[in-house]
């Protein structure tokens, strides 16, 4: 085993089913009385259930949440904040939503209470990627860390298969790369093989019947195992190639993770020997970059960039990119072999 320093993150983390009903005394726990609560177009029902269960300390809403926190979108949600005179932000949602919360606390320091609805991880991070003139850039800082996480089974109820899918395969990725990153600690790394494995049993059921209330709380306890791995070691190349490819051809994100792991993993696979014996132990199949690409098709997700909007003269601008910067990574990053794989991956060919 190596060396390592291990450190836990500062936070609350409320987990089961009907929790949301724990929203008010977890306000009344960090003192709070005016809150501004955060949601996307799409999810904003449930703002009203929200609203009659606090009451009086409901000071207003901003339903505007999108991808990629656009800097544009949290300046209206900052002007809502100063309107109503917030003292909190509670964030319902996805990554999308969690990241507007993220960036309003990050130009405020407003404590952050945050309910999760899929398996984006984001909430567990001190971390926020924000978009502006089209270019995504990630700051961290401890202000950005949720205060309080409230995990309700219930919210990931309506979560279509689709997204249960790749949010979930999105949450996998986090746990593949903190077993090989540069940090690991032996305690993320148990995080990450439960996280992997508890992930892929229950995907292929919650597609199968969205309704499976076990396989949505499985799912949910290895979406949060995997989300603390995110926020406490570094990643590498497959965050690294989502990250460029989601903003340079704005790609929906958790598809590109979807269809880019498999062959990031492959990528890296002669040089984590250790992780790819952790990981094929957690899917239980002897290749795990192939039991990930597998795992993808028996959940119908996507399987190439083509698919999900990018251009094929992308592969050779997102090779050049992908380069620019250097990393950490635990395999070298070699220009021909990662033009490769990105060209492997905009095909939808099984990694190699
Ligand atoms: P998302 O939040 O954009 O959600 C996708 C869509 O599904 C939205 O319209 C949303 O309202 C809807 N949705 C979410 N949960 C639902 C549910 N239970 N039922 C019905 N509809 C639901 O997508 P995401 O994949 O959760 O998050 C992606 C974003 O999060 C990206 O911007 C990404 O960069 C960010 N992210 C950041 C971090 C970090 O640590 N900073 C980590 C992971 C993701």
Same mark, same amino acid.
């Given at each position: ?37 955060? %949601? ?24 505007? %949440? ?36 993220? +960036?309003? +606390? ?125 926020? +406490? ?62 795992? +993808?098709?028996?959940? %119908? ?52």
């Amino acid at each position: 085993m190596q060396d390592f320093v291990y450190q836990s993150a500062p936070m609350r983390v409320v987990f089961g089913t009907g929790t949301l009903r724990q929203l008010p005394d977890e306000l009344s726990r960090l003192g709070i009385t005016r809150v501004l609560v955060l %949601a996307t177009p799409r999810q904003k029902d449930l703002v009203a259930g929200i609203r009659e269960m606090i009451g009086e300390r409901f000071a207003g809403v901003f339903t505007g %949440a999108v991808m990629h926190t656009p800097v544009e979108v949290t300046e209206r949600a900052m002007e809502a904040m100063h309107d109503v005179r917030a003292d909190c932000l509670v964030a319902i949602g996805g990554g999308s939503t969690t990241g507007l919360g993220k +960036a309003i +606390a990050l130009r405020t320091d407003l404590p952050q209470i945050v309910l999760p609805t899929s398996y984006a991880g984001s909430e567990m991070t001190p971390v926020v990627g924000q978009t502006s003139g089209g270019i995504k850039t990630t700051q961290s800082s401890p202000k950005i860390l949720p205060q309080i996480v409230i995990y309700d089974v219930d919210l990931t109820m309506t979560m279509p298969a689709g997204l249960s899918a790749t949010s979930g395969i999105n949450a996998i990725a986090h746990a593949v790369e903190a077993l090989y990153a540069r940090d690991r600690n032996p305690v993320i790394s148990l995080m990450a093989q439960e996280g992997i494995g508890t992930l892929a049993r229950a995907l292929p059921i919650i597609c199968a019947q969205p309704n499976d209330r076990a396989a949505r709380t499985d799912a949910l306890y290895g979406a949060w195992l995997c989300g603390i791995c995110l926020g +406490a070691v570094g990643m590498a190349l497959h965050h690294k190639l989502c990250h460029t490819l989601g903003g340079s051809f704005n790609l929906p994100h958790a598809e590109t993770h979807t269809v880019v792991l498999p062959h990031a993993l492959a990528y890296n696979a002669p040089a984590a020997p250790e992780a790819m014996a952790r990981i094929a132990d957690a899917l239980g199949v002897p290749d795990p970059a192939l039991g990930l690409y597998d795992l +993808a098709r028996k959940l %119908a997700a996507p399987a190439a960039l083509r698919e999900i909007g990018m251009p094929e003269a992308g592969i050779d601008q997102a090779a050049n990119l992908a380069v620019k910067n250097p990393y950490w990574n635990p395999r070298p990053i070699e220009r021909d072999a990662i033009r490769e794989l990105i060209a492997r991956a905009w095909r939808g060919e099984a990694p190699q």
